[in-house]
């Protein structure tokens, strides 16, 4: 299994928590703050990500204040790179993710970040061959339409589908978002009954799984290489077996039956079928199995 380098990796954390526009348009999302917060220590602790390597980017005014200041950090990463935003998703003409100073009109948002450019930056411009997004809006599914990821592995846990609005509070914490809050337990706690290391398929079928038991919105997954195979980080719910716990039994090779009669019969049947294929195994001491057992078949 792969495993993100976290050395080699930058992630960048947008939020988006203040508007300017009327409540009735956007209204604020205190929670987000709280998200990234949160998540900044977890990719940190957990994860393994310097904290240096790790972007807070909150209430920025528009796109442009944006791109300034991670079009030096994506190329930075080279094995992966993470992109979270939480806030507003927009659907009008684009899908659109609101920043403080965004204005929505009839068919088009202005100072907001058009995601498709967003995403679009990111992967043109990253020499990362893992490109993960997470993101935690309305309608957020919209995003991972229509993806040139141009030959890198490109994975999406978005918090909504494309009709369907997130959740801006926990029902477990009232200080983070529904979604962010149940990745960020699966972070601190881990996933009973799976491997030591969660790879992106570990997070997103228990990510789903606990947001549907729950009744929240269902997060939708995108893939576009092998999530089974990305290593994200340690799972804190891992137990080694204890093998010593366990009684060792005597040998008990000796009730086992003689082989030496149906060797005999094989290596007739081998003499007398030369041309065909023969696969055969027998379990007993080491004088009658294994390469032993074949060196004195080949006789035959």
Do not use: W
């Not at 976290?6 to 203040?18: D, M, V, Y």
């Amino acid at each position: 299994m792969a495993a993100i380098v976290p050395e080699n990796t930058q992630a960048i954390l947008i939020g988006a928590s203040k508007f300017d526009a009327s409540d009735d348009d956007l209204p604020d999302l205190p929670n987000v703050k709280n998200n990234l917060v949160e998540l900044h220590k977890s990719l940190n602790e957990m994860v393994g990500i310097d904290a240096k390597n790790i972007h807070p980017i909150l209430d920025k005014d528009d796109y442009d204040t944006i791109v300034e200041e991670i079009i030096n950090i994506i190329p930075k990463a080279s094995n992966t790179i993470i992109v979270y935003y939480a806030g507003h998703g927009i659907p009008k003409n684009s899908f659109y993710l609101a920043t403080k100073k965004t204005t929505i009109l009839k068919k088009q948002c202005i100072r907001a970040i058009e995601s498709s450019e967003l995403v679009d930056l990111v992967i043109q411009e990253t020499k990362a061959k893992n490109v993960i997004f997470i993101i935690d809006c309305c309608f957020s599914a919209r995003l991972k339409e229509n993806i040139d990821t141009k030959g890198k592995n490109v994975f999406f846990i978005v918090a909504a589908s494309s009709n369907k609005t997130a959740k801006d509070e926990s029902p477990d914490n009232q200080d983070c978002t529904a979604f962010t809050h149940e990745l960020l337990e699966i972070f601190r706690k881990g996933i009973k009954n799976a491997g030591e290391f969660l790879t992106f398929q570990d997070i997103s079928n228990h990510l789903e799984k606990q947001l549907l038991d729950k009744n929240l919105p269902e997060p939708q997954i995108s893939s576009h290489g092998s999530p089974d195979k990305l290593g994200i980080c340690k799972n804190n719910a891992y137990k080694k077996t204890d093998v010593t716990k366990y009684k060792i039994h005597n040998d008990l090779r000796h009730h086992l039956p003689n082989r030496r009669s149906q060797e005999t019969k094989l290596g007739r049947a081998i003499h007398n079928n030369k041309h065909l294929p023969l696969l055969c195994l027998i379990h007993s001491d080491e004088n009658q199995c294994n390469d032993r057992f074949v060196d004195r078949l080949v006789y035959h």
